[in-house]
């Protein structure tokens, strides 16, 4: 089966986040079961200076009034299509924000190129290789399936991913003559959305089938709280709707193996981990004493739960905690973290920023990780902590609900709980799933049992490839 998969980042190219891992881990793990894939993403000037002996497969005199070529181009084991349109991407800044962090003003003309680009493939512009099916991601990559709905491909089915809801290239009813759709698309069962041009809504309602990354999710975004004003569109795609959970690639992610751990280390030797410990204490100027380190590797935003860390930083110390942050977001959040780590020093270390080779040697030294999610699509790091031995601290939503098993009586008396999860994304709540850990830590054997469970969990992409190698084969046996 030939897939074309459409997404605006994909690793190792161009990350900002888990949509990224996805999109370039999914392709691979699918080889397995029988599926080609093809990943269509822009050529932003950091993928350009990276991607060697490209082959031009496509031109565009005329793509939303801009030229543009499709290079195809094999990096790391993906088979890649780049879509180099210099007026789109080459320019500074990230792949949606300029260097101020603004969004770029014409964001909804690049990523309809991106869309329109796709659609074109799909209908067999490329010579000599046409998809069976389409899989599109977020919003960026929406448009694709409304293309191919009001200029037929004909009937090749389209897969839509949500990774994350909150976001939904909501654009004015102005630039909807920019698309080149015809007028009838902008409606209710179209790109219309609230009198507004809704780029992921008119993906809601033109793709054959929809998926989320985690089962929970896929019932969270059916509720108001959580489906961010398209719960109604999703609702009544409820047929159509999946939650396929995530995995992450357990060969960059492995403790036995990773380059960047000062010690390996694997379920019988955790003892190994002191080493990196200490590393970690060394980087953070952290006090080298037996007290448990929490860590937080994340943007620091408010729906990552960071403006509860820093209110109960204090209390964390106060009960005999260190705790270290990796991360960059919010102006006010980054303030009040590194006034924590003023307060305490030798018991919390900040570093703002991201710092790839730190995120792995953190889950490999630091004793457990919080992640208090307000909302959590699918989450990737609760799964590298659980390969690394760092025992999980979730908040119980989408998919750190799905993924982490919560350490109550049951679990640990079946000796299968892998974490610590809670309820009340609330500094009460937190504080109160902190304690339980310190007391968990407190019994050695009880810590070790947590640490070896969860690494025996199975985060790998097989089983969720699978998921998908199975729905792609539905769709197009049934010739949508």
């Not at 980042?9 to 093809?38: C, M, Q, R």
């Not at 990230?94 to 796709?118: M, T, V």
């Not at 179209?190 to 780029?199: H, L």
């Not at 939650?243 to 190994?272: K, S």
């Amino acid at each position: 089966m030939k897939v074309l998969s459409v997404s605006s980042e994909v690793f190792p190219l161009i990350k900002t986040g888990g949509l990224a891992d996805v999109s370039g881990a999914l392709p691979i793990a699918l080889n397995a079961f029988g599926v080609e894939t093809k990943t269509l993403l822009p050529g932003y000037p950091a993928v350009m200076k990276v991607i060697r002996d490209p082959v031009v497969r496509l031109e565009f005199a005329d793509l939303l009034g801009e030229k543009a070529t499709v290079l195809e181009v094999q990096h790391e084991g993906l088979d890649l299509l780049v879509l180099h349109a210099p007026a789109y991407y080459d320019r500074p800044g990230g792949p949606y924000l300029d260097p101020l962090g603004k969004d770029h003003p014409d964001n909804w003309r690049r990523f309809a190129a991106l869309s329109l680009a796709a659609s074109e493939i799909a209908a067999g512009l490329l010579p000599g290789w046409r998809p069976d099916l389409v899989h599109t991601h977020d919003w960026q990559a929406a448009l694709t399936s409304v293309y191919m709905h009001y200029y037929p491909t004909p009937e090749l089915p389209s897969v839509l991913t949500i990774h994350n809801i909150a976001f939904q290239g909501q654009f004015g009813s102005e630039i909807f003559s920019g698309l080149r759709l015809p007028d009838h698309a902008f409606a209710i069962d179209g790109v219309e959305y609230y009198g507004t041009t809704g780029f992921l809504k008119g993906g809601l309602q033109t793709a054959h089938a929809i998926t989320t990354v985690s089962p929970t999710y896929a019932d969270e975004i059916l509720t108001p709280e959580f489906g961010m004003g398209l719960e109604g569109v999703i609702a009544a795609r409820i047929d159509n709707l999946h939650g396929i959970v995530n995995g992450i690639d357990t060969d960059i992610w492995n403790p036995a193996t990773d380059p960047v751990v000062h010690t390996h280390y694997g379920p019988t030797t955790l003892r190994n981990r002191d080493e990196n410990r200490r590393s970690i204490a060394e980087f953070f100027h952290l006090d080298n004493d037996d007290a448990p380190i929490f860590c937080v590797i994340s943007r620091l935003t408010w729906q990552k739960g960071m403006d509860i860390v820093a209110n109960v930083a204090d209390e964390i110390v106060g009960m005999g905690g260190k705790l270290v942050v990796l991360g960059s977001g919010e102006a006010a959040l980054e303030g009040a973290l590194l006034a924590s780590a003023s307060r305490h020093p030798g018991r919390i270390g900040v570093s703002i920023g991201y710092n790839e080779p730190m995120s792995h040697l953190m889950q490999a030294g630091c004793d457990a990780i919080i992640i208090p999610s307000r909302f959590e699509p699918c989450g990737l790091t609760q799964l590298y902590a659980l390969r690394y031995g760092c025992v999980p601290i979730v908040a119980r939503t989408g998919g750190l609900n799905d993924t982490v098993i919560d350490a109550n009586h049951a679990a640990l008396a079946a000796k299968v709980a892998t974490g610590i999860q809670f309820s009340s994304v609330t500094e009460t709540g937190m504080l109160q799933a902190i304690r339980r850990a310190m007391h968990f830590y407190a019994d050695r054997k009880l810590w070790t049992q947590l640490q070896k469970q969860g690494m025996k969990s199975d985060v790998s992409w097989e089983k969720s490839a699978e998921r998908y190698a199975a729905l792609y084969s539905s769709l197009v046996s049934k010739g949508m």
